[in-house]
């Protein structure tokens, strides 16, 4: 990436996480997190990673979000002031998910070689 995008990627996390505290604040969100935001080399198209405190309420908040991304995207167009405003696409970052396995694959590596040692 150059500095550019990762400029505007900084940015556009920033406003949007703004306006979902402060602007679109609906319970049936629950606790969002942006955990990043990849942009396109022509700034047009921008990836928004989140996570969302609530495992159960993942893919409902996931389908309010990107209901609400034309509403989003003109909230950010009043706050950027580029060319164009980029599309938003809005993932679920699993980062964490994978984390956690791993985490308890190691545990149970570590549990087995306990038990084979006594």
Do not use: C
């Amino acid at each position: 990436m150059s500095v550019r995008t990762d400029k505007v990627s900084e940015l556009i996390k920033k406003e949007i996480s703004m306006i979902l505290l402060k602007e679109l604040s609906d319970p049936a969100l629950g606790f969002v997190t942006i955990t990043s935001v990849k942009m396109s080399p022509d700034l047009r198209n921008a990836k928004i990673f989140i996570s969302v405190f609530n495992k159960e309420l993942r893919e409902n908040t996931l389908e309010h979000l990107n209901s609400a991304k034309g509403h989003v995207r003109t909230k950010l167009a009043s706050r950027l002031h580029m060319k164009h405003t980029p599309e938003l696409n809005f993932f679920i970052d699993d980062t964490l998910d994978y984390v956690e396995k791993i985490e308890n694959l190691i545990k149970e590596i570590h549990k087995n070689d306990n038990q084979a040692d006594e």
